[in-house]
């Protein structure tokens, strides 16, 4: 099994910044993608950013230019380092990633961190 366990939330101010981290405990697997998603109350949860293990990202059209995902490998960390917060991106973030181990390939998701951004 794959553990991911996200730190970094909390309430800040619109126009602040917040760091958000995820460590995975993925000994045996080889970890692909990383990404973070999150969801609004009452809202669908949506993908914010991917990261490949080579390092290619790719970002919700809504967060380009204000947030960066960026992943240690040699730690199986992820980051999203997110600046010019808006209301908007108030929810819970949830880190995902996909890990091989054998021939088998698996989703996994952390438990989630919340994010509040005040007006």
């Known amino acids: 099994q794959v553990q991911l366990v996200e730190s970094g939330g909390g309430l800040v101010q619109a126009g602040g910044s917040l760091r958000l981290s995820c460590a995975a405990s993925a000994s045996g697997f080889a970890i692909n993608v990383m990404s973070w998603y999150r969801q609004a109350p009452g809202k669908q949860r949506e993908l914010v950013a991917v990261?490949?293990?080579?390092?290619?990202?790719n970002y919700a059209d809504s967060v380009k230019g204000r947030f960066t995902i960026s992943r240690d490998n040699a730690r199986n960390t992820l980051y999203l380092q997110m600046n010019s917060l808006k209301p908007e991106d108030t929810g819970v973030y949830y880190c995902?990633?996909?890990?091989?181990?054998?021939?088998?390939?698996?989703?996994?998701w952390g438990q989630g961190t919340q994010v509040t951004v005040s007006s």
């Open positions: 990261v490949t293990s080579g390092g290619s990202t």
């Open positions: 995902y990633c996909n890990a091989r181990r054998d021939l088998g390939l698996s989703d996994y």
